[in-house]
């Protein structure tokens, strides 16, 4: 079992930017995946074991930025141009696979959470 811990998240206005982290050991792709209250849990973005393949959801790409630093045991996600509708329960998540994807099945460890909300 992977043991995940994720950091960075908060209050910020809409428009402003937040960096998420997540600690993690291991080789597996990563994932970050958010949840607003009353939705379901949706895919955000993917990075893989080597860092050499990231995958974005429309929503979020262009604005998103996935990246990993596997001497800390790291992975980030840079979040700029911030709009409400991003408020959610952000959650890192590893997979098993090379590469990982959109869907929370492929992933069979997840962080507790943080929360980011964008004010308006």
């Known amino acids: 079992q992977v043991q995940l811990v994720e950091s960075g998240g908060g209050l910020v206005q809409a428009g402003g930017s937040l960096r998420l982290a997540c600690a993690a050991s291991?080789?597996?792709?990563m994932g970050w995946f958010r949840q607003a209250p009353g939705k379901e849990r949706e895919f955000v973005a993917v990075?893989?074991?080597?860092?050499?393949?990231?995958l974005y959801a429309d929503s979020v790409k262009d604005r998103f930025t996935i990246s990993r630093d596997n001497a800390k045991n790291t992975v980030y996600l840079q979040m700029n141009s911030l709009k409400p509708e991003d408020t959610a329960v952000y959650y890192c998540?590893?997979?098993?696979?090379?590469?990982?994807?959109?869907?929370?099945?492929?992933?069979?460890?997840w962080g507790q959470g943080t929360q980011v909300t964008v004010s308006s």
């Open positions: 998540a590893a997979s098993p696979g090379v590469i990982g994807g959109p869907s929370p099945t492929q992933y069979d460890d």
């Open positions: 990075i893989s074991w080597s860092g050499g393949s990231t």
């Open positions: 291991g080789r597996y792709a």
